[in-house]
């Protein structure tokens, strides 16, 4: 048992790196992400295994685990690796299969209880997308959806709503320049404390920086042009912050607030010299350092209970396997995932 013991150990921390992968055609960031907190009742994060993906609600140590068919990961939505996926209320967790290609002829996403981590959907979409965005109530998915097969900087934002499985017919454009096509790598995330606006910089792609404000309640979007910020060779360095009650978007480089963009008109405003708050930002930081130090050693103890559970054999409890177990290969995923995987299916085309 031992023995075991520590393959899962090695096993574990090599695959570690894969799991984070996800849809956006940018390159590798290095660790896996992480969602939630002590308010939902700890953090989510799925890494891969031998037989699929063991998705894992972890804190002091492992509360619960389960093995999902497949290769699924918890998307990011930024370079700088910020996570995304689980909603407001805590009660609706989207991962996404991991890229290994773009472009890609499809793509497909789960959607889990959060609170039990067993499986309610399973969306194929025909042609390549990301995650982008999730409701506060979990109930619509936004995506970004590449629209050319060599340039990964042309997209549109897409809504799907999850209850019905119909992938909304008109993308999502800011209304005011509805001609303005949007364009760049997106370099950071913020979110509202509600979950209702999330607030992305965006390069531009060679052109002005911008803010895309995304109303994930009501689909609707706002661009907002960064004229400032244009020819910067540190914009990958700058970070978004809200402020007290979220009343202003504030473009950061390290502790200078570069800009402010009020939130209510979307307008920005040249920022004179402002004493930032940089606790919130400090906080994190040494938040997502303590847990991604901590996580290969709980998440040993996830593979550890699959490797129980093989040597146990399988279970009478379909609802309790969350899906059979068969190893997994990028061009069968989805089609295993249809056959066996619990909750319903969903085929959709753009």
Not at 160 to 186: C, H, N, Q, W, Y
């Amino acid at each position: 048992m031992r023995t075991r013991f520590l393959i899962a150990v090695f096993f574990a921390l090599a695959l570690a790196p894969l799991a984070h992968a996800d849809g956006l055609p940018i390159a590798d960031a290095g660790s896996p992400a992480i969602v939630g907190g002590d308010d939902v009742g700890g953090r989510l994060v799925a890494l891969p295994t031998e037989r699929g993906t063991v998705v894992a609600r972890i804190g002091e140590t492992v509360y619960m685990s389960r093995l999902l068919e497949g290769r699924y990961t918890v998307p990011v939505v930024a370079l700088d690796h910020t996570a995304s996926g689980l909603s407001t209320d805590g009660s609706t967790l989207v991962l996404i299969n991991p890229r290994r290609t773009f472009p890609r002829a499809r793509t497909s996403f789960v959607v889990l209880n959060a609170k039990n981590l067993r499986v309610r959907s399973h969306f194929v979409l025909q042609g390549d997308f990301s995650f982008d965005a999730l409701s506060p109530d979990g109930t619509r998915l936004f995506l970004i959806h590449y629209l050319s097969r060599r340039d990964p900087t042309r997209y549109e934002v897409r809504a799907l709503d999850v209850p019905s499985g119909k992938l909304l017919p008109t993308p999502i454009v800011d209304k005011s320049e509805p001609d303005e096509r949007m364009a760049g790598f997106p370099i950071t995330r913020q979110t509202s404390a509600d979950g209702r606006w999330a607030y992305t910089l965006y390069d531009g792609a060679g052109k002005e920086p911008f803010v895309h404000a995304l109303d994930t309640v009501n689909g609707v979007a706002h661009c907002i042009d960064l004229e400032l910020l244009a020819g910067r060779q540190d914009l990958y360095d700058l970070r978004l912050g809200l402020g007290p009650g979220d009343s202003g978007l504030a473009v950061l480089d390290g502790a200078e607030k570069l800009t402010v963009i009020d939130t209510t008109d979307f307008e920005p405003i040249a920022a004179k010299t402002v004493a930032p708050d940089a606790a919130e930002t400090s906080s994190r930081s040494g938040w997502r350092l303590a847990v991604l130090s901590a996580v290969g050693a709980l998440f040993v103890a996830g593979v550890a209970f699959v490797l129980w559970r093989r040597r146990r054999g399988p279970s009478s409890d379909a609802a309790d396997r969350v899906g059979a177990v068969v190893p997994a290969s990028p061009a069968t995923n989805d089609a295993r995932a249809r056959r066996s995987a619990p909750g319903r299916t969903f085929s959709l085309r753009a």
